[in-house]
C-alpha cells in the first residue's frame, strides 16, 4: 500500500535536501515535539482556550515544567505562538494539527497511541533492520503486527480504510473502464478493505459479481448495503495468507503486494493463482515503483519495510513473484497513474 499518496517529484538526487541544514535533516526533536502534543491534545485545549502552560497542564495531566519546556521549542520551530503574559497559540502551521482530515497527513496519526503513530515510532528498530535485514521492526517493537494490532483499534481501522477508499474514490471509475471487469462474470478482491473498489467495479458492470475477502467483512459488508448492492456483493472474514474461494473468474490484489515480503507476496499471488485456476485471471491493480530509483517514494518504501517488512516493488519485480508461482502477464492497461497487471496461468498466456 501507497501510505503516501505524494509522488515524489521534483529535485534531482544530486539537489534534495539543499536549503536545509543537516541539524535540521537529522533532528527527531521537533517531530517527538509534534507528537507529543498532538498525543496530549494540546492543539484542541488552546483552541478551547486553555492558554498558559499551567491551564495547559492541568488540562492534558502533565507536568507543567516539562510541557512548558516542550511548547517553548514548538514555538522556537513555528508551531505555537507565546506572547508576553506566557499565553501559547497556534501558528499557521500549528493550526494544521486541528485538520479532521488530510489522508494520512491527518494529524490523528501523529498521536502515538494510534496504530500508525506507534508504527512510526517503530524506526528506532531500523540499525536492527539494517543489520539482519529480516526483522519486522513493528512487531519487534510491540510484540505483535500491525494488522493485528489496527484490528484491535476500531477508530484507527476505520480511519484506515478510509484513507484508502478516498484514494481508490478517485482512481475507480478509471480503473472500471480501462479493463473488461464484465468478461470475469465474478471477482473476488482480495484484502479488498472497506469494499470501495468492487462497489465501483460493479455499478460499471452490472453483470458482474464479487466478494471481498479481507481480515474483517464488517466495513465492506456495511458498503455493499449501502449501496444497495447486497444481492451481487458479499463480504468475507479471511486471510489471503490461507487458501481462497474458488472458482471466481478473476482475483484482485490491489495495494496489497508492497505490505509483504517476497515470500508472503508468493504465497498470497499463488493461492490467487491456485483458485482462479486456468481460467481465471489474477488482477494486480497497484501503482508500483518506477524502474529508475530516482523516483522512487523512498519515504512509503522504508515505512513499508518498519511497518510490516515489505517493499515499494517495480513492475518487473511484481511480474517475477508472479511467475515463481506459475502466472505470467497477460495485459497491462494504465488506470489514471496506477496500472492494471493482469496475470494468469494458462499456458497460452
Ligand atoms: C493497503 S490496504 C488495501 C485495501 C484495498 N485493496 C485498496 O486497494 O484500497 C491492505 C488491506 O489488506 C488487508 N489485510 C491485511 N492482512 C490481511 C490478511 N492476512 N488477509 C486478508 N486481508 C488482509 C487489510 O485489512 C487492508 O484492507
Same mark, same amino acid.
Given at each position: 500500500?501507497a501510505i503516501?499518496?505524494t ?5 534531482s ?13 537529522s533532528d ?6 509534534i507528537?507529543?502534543a498532538?498525543?496530549l491534545?494540546?492543539?484542541?485545549k488552546?483552541?478551547?482556550?486553555e492558554l498558559t502552560?499551567?491551564a495547559?497542564?492541568?488540562?492534558t ?7 512548558e ?5 514548538l ?11 506566557g499565553?501559547?497559540?497556534l501558528?499557521?502551521?500549528?493550526d494544521q ?5 488530510d ?10 497511541n ?5 508504527a512510526e515510532?517503530?524506526f528506532?528498530?531500523?540499525?536492527d ?7 519486522v521492526?513493528y512487531s519487534?517493537q ?5 494488522w493485528?494490532?489496527? $484490528?484491535?483499534e476500531p477508530? &484507527?481501522? *476505520?480511519?484506515?480504510?478510509?484513507? =484508502?477508499?478516498? @484514494?481508490?474514490?478517485? /482512481?475507480?471509475q !478509471?480503473i472500471?473502464e ?8 465474478s471477482v ?6 472497506n ?14 459479481r464479487g466478494?471481498v475477502v ?5 466495513p465492506?459488508?456495511?458498503?455493499f ?13 479471511g486471510?489471503?495468507?490461507?487458501p481462497l474461494?474458488?472458482?471466481?473468474g478473476g ?8 505490505d509483504w515480503?517476497d ?9 490467487c ?12 491493480v497497484?501503482?508500483?515503483a518506477a524502474?529508475? $530509483?530516482v523516483?522512487?517514494? &523512498?519515504e *512509503?518504501d522504508?515505512?513499508?519495510? =518498519?511497518?510490516? @517488512?515489505g517493499?515499494e /516493488?517495480?513492475? !518487473?519485480q511484481v511480474?517475477e513473484l ?11 492497461r494504465?488506470?489514471?497513474?496506477w ?5 494468469s ?5
Amino acid at each position: 500500500m501507497a501510505i503516501s499518496e505524494t509522488p515524489a517529484t521534483g529535485p534531482s538526487t544530486s539537489e534534495r535536501g539543499s536549503g536545509r541544514t543537516l541539524r535540521e535533516l537529522s533532528d527527531l526533536i521537533t517531530p517527538m515535539t509534534i507528537r507529543v502534543a498532538v498525543t496530549l491534545r494540546i492543539p484542541q485545549k488552546i483552541s478551547e482556550g486553555e492558554l498558559t502552560a499551567e491551564a495547559l497542564a492541568a488540562a492534558t495531566n502533565s507536568d507543567p515544567d516539562v510541557l512548558e519546556r516542550i511548547l517553548l521549542h514548538l514555538v522556537s520551530v513555528g508551531v505555537l505562538t507565546r506572547d508576553d503574559d506566557g499565553r501559547f497559540g497556534l501558528t499557521r502551521v500549528g493550526d494544521q494539527l486541528l485538520l479532521e482530515d488530510d489522508g494520512f497527513a491527518n494529524p490523528d496519526f501523529l498521536d502515538l497511541n494510534t496504530v500508525v503513530g506507534r508504527a512510526e515510532l517503530s524506526f528506532v528498530r531500523l540499525p536492527d533492520v539494517a543489520r539482519s535485514g529480516d526483522i519486522v521492526a513493528y512487531s519487534a517493537q510491540y510484540g505483535t503486527g500491525f494488522w493485528d494490532d489496527l $484490528g484491535n483499534e476500531p477508530s &484507527s481501522a *476505520t480511519h484506515f480504510d478510509q484513507v =484508502m477508499a478516498d @484514494g481508490m474514490q478517485k /482512481r475507480v471509475q !478509471e480503473i472500471a473502464e480501462s479493463y473488461d471487469w464484465g468478461a470475469l462474470g465474478s471477482v473476488v478482491d482480495v484484502g479488498g478493505g472497506n469494499g470501495t473498489l468492487l462497489a465501483g467495479l460493479l455499478r460499471a458492470h452490472p453483470g458482474l459479481r464479487g466478494t471481498v475477502v479481507d481480515r474483517d467483512a464488517g466495513p465492506a459488508t456495511r458498503t455493499f448495503r449501502e449501496a444497495g448492492l447486497t444481492g451481487r456483493a458479499a463480504a468475507l472474514s479471511g486471510s489471503f495468507l490461507e487458501p481462497l474461494p474458488p472458482g471466481a473468474g478473476g482475483y484482485v490484489v490491489s495495494r496489497i503486494q508492497s505490505d509483504w515480503n517476497d515470500a508472503d507476496v508468493r504465497t498470497i499471488l499463488g493461492h490467487c493463482a491456485h483458485a482462479a485456476g486456468a481460467a481465471g485471471r489474477v488482477i494486480v491493480v497497484d501503482e508500483f515503483a518506477a524502474e529508475e $530509483g530516482v523516483r522512487t517514494d &523512498s519515504e *512509503t518504501d522504508l515505512r513499508m519495510l =518498519m511497518y510490516y @517488512g515489505g517493499k515499494e /516493488r517495480t513492475m !518487473e519485480q511484481v511480474r517475477e513473484l508472479a511467475a515463481d508461482v506459475g502466472l505470467s502477464v497477460r495485459s497491462l492497461r494504465r488506470a489514471a497513474d496506477w496500472t492494471i497487471m493482469e496475470l494468469s496461468s494458462a499456458r497460452d498466456g
